[in-house]
């Protein structure tokens, strides 16, 4: 149950303060955050819950990671679906948060951060969010292995994710997790939901690839 607790506590911080840098901070660089400021906001987010729940649950507060975890036998499979419902979970209740506090005022116009793509194809966004994933899984299953060193591993993680934003922003919105992506569409609708199957896919299948390169010793120090 900690461990459950942590990730729904730990997806809800990144889904949170990330999405709300998008929404309330803006993405205005003139008058907002701009897109560095989001993706500092979503890096720093993941670093500081990598510091904080990362010893009771490994501070993954992503399907697509606990995916990657499982296939390189870092976790077991009986735990999965749980940390996916927590996750999961965590996503939704922090877009319901961010949802009442934005209604706080008055032009408001409903958006909650959602992941999508327009200007590039669903081609581009697709094999963005898969290799970005990889990638990012990568990172994460290097960076906490035994041989790496461990107190420097949330800041090398949540840099990954700063670079990710920067680069995939502008093409799919950068979403590397299904539970970022699932929490704000559903009370979104429209081209959100039309469009949530490739962030559960894409990233899905990069982390796996990701996982079996450790599992089968490719990437992991003997």
Known sequence: MKKLVAEFIGTFT??????????????????????????LTFGLAL?????????????HINPAVSVGAVVAGRMPASDLVGYVVAQVAGAIVAAV???????????????????GWST???TSAFLFELIATFLFVVVILGAT???????????????????IHLAGIPISGASVNPARSIGPALFSGGAAIGQLWLYIV?????????GFLF???MLEVE
Not at 145 to 163: P, R, S, T
Not at 202 to 210: E, K, M, N
């Open 47 to 59: 670093i500081g819950m990598a510091y904080g729940i990362g010893p009771i649950s490994g501070c």
């Open 120 to 122: 590039y194809g669903t």
């Open 202 to 210: 894409a990233p899905i299948l990069g982390a796996a690839a990701a």
């Open 145 to 163: 292995q035994k041989a790496a060193a461990g107190a420097q591993a949330g800041l090398a993680i949540g840099l990954a994710l700063v670079a």
């Open 14 to 39: 990144l889904v949170f303060l990330g999405c709300a840098s998008v929404v309330i901070a803006g993405a205005d660089g003139t008058t907002g955050v701009g897109l560095t400021g989001i993706a």
């Open 97 to 115: 948060a961010l949802m009442i506090i934005a209604k706080g005022n008055p032009a408001y116009d409903g958006s909650l951060g959602v992941t």
């Open 215 to 217: 599992r089968n010793k």
